[in-house]
């Protein structure tokens, strides 16, 4: 099994400064299968980055990812008060089919 | 609009049995594998298990395997999921997930996520 680890573990930041989070994983993702979510207390997660650096539908393009192989890394260029929020790396293995999430980094307020 | 609901959840003691559901509606259900995914209080995600767009193919953590079983009934839009031999380590908030248009299992992401169903496993 992959093992994700995610860094910092938290990261303290104001509203318009840049946030870079770092996705490492311990072999490399197959096809850069590696994907970005934002989760904020009491909702379920939501899906921003696909493929190592695709922004999914919706998603504004403050965020953007990087990387390949094993080592991931989001940026949200210049961070929004609602960007305030846990950030969870995953990837995908594909053979048997596995999912992995790394333990997350909460980007909170300064 | 494009959902999920699951429901199901509640307190059961270890070593019982639970059975969670989740609702599809606003998309081509048949069309698409699934996914559950799983958070303890307090605790990062933890993928569960995935079942295939036609219930096919099933694979799961190597720490509910054996224990809980993933289906669905594409007639009526629904997915399941059997939770046997209950721990409190299985004690957590159960999502479903559906994998993004166009990806086989899921290696775009889950792009919909329902709302949850709490599981707590207690004496």
């Known amino acids: 099994e992959i093992v994700l680890t995610q860094s910092p573990g938290t990261l303290s930041l104001s509203p318009g400064e840049r946030a870079t989070l770092s996705c490492r994983a311990g072999q490399s993702v197959d096809n850069n299968y590696l994907a970005w979510y934002q989760q904020k207390p009491g909702q379920p997660p939501r899906l921003l980055i696909y493929?190592?650096?695709r922004r999914s539908t919706g998603i504004p393009d403050r965020f953007s990812g990087s990387g390949s192989g094993t080592d991931f890394t989001l940026t949200i260029s210049r961070l929004e008060p609602e960007d305030f929020a846990v950030y969870y790396c995953?990837?995908?293995?594909?053979?048997?089919?596995?999912?992995?999430f790394g333990p997350g980094t909460k980007v909170d307020r300064k | 609009q494009v959902q999920l609901v699951e429901s199901g959840g509640g307190v059961v003691q270890p070593g019982r049995s639970l059975r969670l559901s989740c609702a599809a509606s606003g998309f081509t259900f048949r069309s698409s594998a699934m996914h559950w995914v799983r958070q303890a209080p307090g605790k990062g995600l933890e993928w569960v298990a995935l079942i295939s767009y036609d219930g096919s193919n099933k694979f799961y953590a190597d720490s509910v395997r054996g224990r809980f079983t993933i289906s669905r009934d594409n007639s009526k839009k629904m997915l399941y999921l059997q939770m046997n031999s209950l721990t409190t380590e299985d004690t957590a908030m159960y999502y479903c997930?559906?994998?993004?248009?166009?990806?086989?299992?899921?290696?775009?992401?889950?792009?919909?996520w329902g709302q949850g169903t709490t599981v707590i496993v207690s004496s």
């Open positions: 995953q990837q995908y293995a594909t053979s048997p089919p596995r999912f992995t």
């Open positions: 493929g190592a650096s």
């Open positions: 997930a559906r994998v993004q248009e166009g990806s086989w299992y899921g290696e775009d992401g889950f792009d919909v």
